[in-house]
């Protein structure tokens, strides 16, 4: 179970799932096939921009530390902002794309939302099946930030 993906569809979930703290998730354009794997954290007080939420893509082949940073999503959670050395690549245009489109409440058809099974605030595997459909283990489902 820790390598499967887990297929989401609603968009609301997607939002709560990508700004819950520590977001691994891939999407794929049903269309092109072209996939992206990001990673979301929370930046905590006592860092730099703390409550703000930093956005990185998976760039080579080990899983666990392979990240370049593409931007950052605001305390508000409303808008993403790429670095400027990264805001015309591929990537980065995905994420704004896609972090546009969950801001919404309307089904999006043209792309599939996968996330790791882990939970999406603390990074402990998820075993219970309804956790793994939110994402979120049960204790960190019910927190708030």
């Known amino acids: 179970m820790e390598n499967e993906l887990h297929l989401m ?5 997607m939002k ?3 700004v819950a703290g520590k977001a691994l998730f891939t999407v794929v354009s049903t269309s092109t096939a072209k996939r992206y794997t990001f990673k979301v954290i929370r930046q905590k ?15 080579g082949p080990q899983n666990t530390s392979d990240y370049t940073g593409l931007g950052y999503i ?12 990264q805001a015309e690549t591929p990537a ?13 409440p ?3 058809k043209d792309f599939q939302f996968w996330h790791h099974n882990h939970c999406g605030r603390c990074g402990k595997l998820l075993t219970v099946p309804s956790s793994i459909a939110a994402g979120l283990g ?5 927190l708030s930030y």
């Open 45 to 59: 007080e006592g860092k730099k921009y703390p409550g703000t939420f930093k956005v990185y893509l998976l760039t």
């Open 9 to 13: 569809q609603a968009t609301a979930d």
């Open 138 to 142: 049960p204790e960190c489902a019910s």
């Open 16 to 18: 709560a799932f990508i």
């Open 106 to 108: 309307n089904p999006i």
């Open 92 to 104: 980065t245009k995905v994420f704004g794309w896609l972090f546009n489109r969950v801001c919404k």
């Open 74 to 85: 605001g305390k508000d959670l409303a808008k993403f902002t790429p670095w400027a050395n």
